[in-house]
């Protein structure tokens, strides 16, 4: 039980205290608001694609990306959405609220926070695998958020056609970092090796100065982030959608992860997938991390409730570092990590 305490605290609490000193220095106004979303947007383009990158480049190949468990992952993420469209219209009656409650339910932070739990809890191949799963649900969370926020925009906002869908996520940095990992996965295998099986040419070994680059700024991501998501919390706005915050938070934090790891357990004894350590640690990252940054942005800019969809990143950030805690040492416990 003691050891279970303590890998949790060890994984948890460097987060929590990121975000700690984040929180305190927003409250002191040492980042302006122009700095803050500057750096908002600096992370968010360079940054998190380098990770993506990195995160697929340090594959050996293509067949470590596991089909099976990419689908597996896609088919939770649907049934968490097919979840969160019944709570919406269970526990609001305002249709750009219903939106949000829809796009939280399955739009978790795997990007960020979740690659960097993927990371603490798993090593370098729990990073891998992380990155591995994560294209087909960054592919989904960016069409099923547009879809959503404008079916239940009630005509707010502008309402893009399928062409600005598929812009928007041709230029995702997510999504491009990924591509250019996957494009150097295939060029590798055409890769002559010697006699001792290395490759003849490889991006770290001969161009360091541009692989260091890379991994530099991929390496900035998590900590920074977490910092600015920590100057960002504000706890104000919350008396007049009360219900639909709860509703959500406990969503994202508590019940995504449990129904996320029921199934994954039955597929695991179905025989569909393997639930290593390494993808234990991927699943915290998808199923229990707070809402993404990028969802009240959305939101804003399509139609919906932005207030609400700020709030939801917000609380969830606040109180992930609990529910993960808890999360990490249930599966700890489990011998799950």
Same mark, same amino acid.
């Given at each position: 039980?003691?050891?279970?305490?303590?890998?949790?605290?060890?994984? $948890?609490?460097?987060?929590?205290?990121?975000?700690? /000193?984040? *929180?305190?220095?927003?409250?002191?106004?040492?980042?302006?608001? #122009?700095?803050?979303?500057?750096?908002?947007?600096?992370?968010?383009?360079?940054?998190?694609?380098?990770?993506?990158?990195?995160?697929?480049?340090?594959?050996?190949?293509?067949?470590?990306?596991?089909?099976?468990?990419?689908?597996?992952?896609?088919?939770?993420?649907?049934? /968490?959405?097919?979840? %969160?469209?019944?709570?919406?219209?269970?526990?609001?009656?305002?249709?750009?609220?219903?939106?949000?409650?829809?796009?939280?339910?399955?739009?978790?932070?795997?990007?960020?926070?979740?690659? *960097?739990?993927?990371?603490?809890?798993?090593?370098?191949?729990?990073?891998?695998?992380?990155?591995?799963?994560?294209?087909?649900?960054?592919?989904?969370?960016? $069409?099923?958020?547009?879809?959503? !926020?404008?079916? *239940?925009?009630?005509?707010?906002?502008?309402?893009? %056609?399928?062409? #600005?869908?598929?812009?928007?996520?041709?230029?995702?940095?997510?999504?491009?970092?990924?591509?250019? %990992?996957?494009?150097?996965?295939?060029?590798?295998?055409?890769?002559?090796?010697?006699?001792?099986?290395?490759?003849?040419?490889?991006?770290?070994?001969?161009?360091?100065?541009?692989?260091?680059?890379?991994?530099?700024?991929?390496?900035?991501?998590?900590?920074?982030? /977490?910092?600015?998501?920590?100057?960002?919390?504000?706890?104000?706005?919350?008396?007049?959608?009360?219900?639909?915050?709860?509703?959500?938070?406990?969503?994202?934090?508590?019940?995504?992860?449990?129904?996320?790891?029921?199934?994954?357990? !039955?597929?695991?004894?179905?025989?569909?997938?393997?639930?290593?350590?390494?993808?234990?640690?991927?699943?915290?990252?998808? *199923?229990?991390?707070?809402?993404?940054?990028?969802?009240?942005?959305?939101?804003?800019?399509? %139609?919906?409730?932005?207030? !609400?969809?700020?709030?939801?990143?917000?609380?969830?950030?606040?109180?992930?570092?609990?529910?993960?805690?808890?999360?990490?040492?249930?599966?700890?416990?489990?011998? /799950?990590?």
């Amino acid at each position: 039980m003691l050891d279970s305490l303590i890998f949790a605290a060890n994984s $948890i609490i460097p987060m929590m205290l990121l975000m700690l /000193l984040g *929180y305190v220095l927003g409250r002191r106004g040492f980042f302006s608001a #122009e700095t803050v979303r500057q750096m908002n947007r600096f992370t968010f383009r360079f940054c998190v694609s380098a990770m993506m990158f990195r995160g697929i480049y340090t594959l050996s190949s293509l067949s470590d990306i596991r089909l099976n468990t990419m689908c597996f992952v896609l088919v939770s993420v649907i049934a /968490l959405t097919v979840l %969160g469209w019944a709570e919406a219209h269970l526990f609001t009656k305002d249709r750009s609220r219903r939106g949000v409650i829809v796009q939280n339910s399955f739009r978790s932070n795997i990007g960020v926070i979740g690659l *960097y739990l993927a990371s603490s809890l798993g090593g370098a191949e729990g990073s891998s695998v992380c990155a591995g799963i994560q294209t087909p649900v960054i592919i989904y969370n960016n $069409i099923m958020a547009v879809t959503v !926020l404008t079916v *239940y925009s009630g005509g707010a906002g502008r309402s893009p %056609g399928a062409r #600005e869908v598929l812009r928007r996520i041709a230029v995702n940095p997510m999504i491009l970092g990924q591509a250019a %990992g996957i494009v150097c996965l295939v060029i590798r295998q055409f890769i002559p090796r010697g006699a001792d099986g290395a490759l003849a040419f490889s991006l770290a070994r001969d161009l360091p100065f541009l692989y260091s680059a890379i991994d530099s700024l991929a390496s900035l991501t998590a900590p920074l982030l /977490l910092v600015l998501l920590g100057v960002q919390v504000d706890f104000g706005a919350v008396s007049h959608f009360r219900k639909e915050l709860i509703v959500g938070v406990a969503h994202r934090l508590l019940i995504a992860p449990a129904v996320g790891f029921a199934l994954a357990l !039955l597929a695991q004894r179905m025989g569909f997938i393997t639930l290593t350590n390494a993808l234990a640690a991927s699943l915290v990252g998808l *199923y229990a991390s707070p809402a993404a940054v990028a969802s009240a942005v959305m939101t804003e800019e399509i %139609g919906g409730d932005a207030e !609400l969809a700020r709030q939801y990143v917000v609380w969830t950030s606040a109180l992930s570092s609990l529910s993960l805690f808890v999360l990490v040492l249930a599966l700890r416990r489990m011998g /799950l990590l």
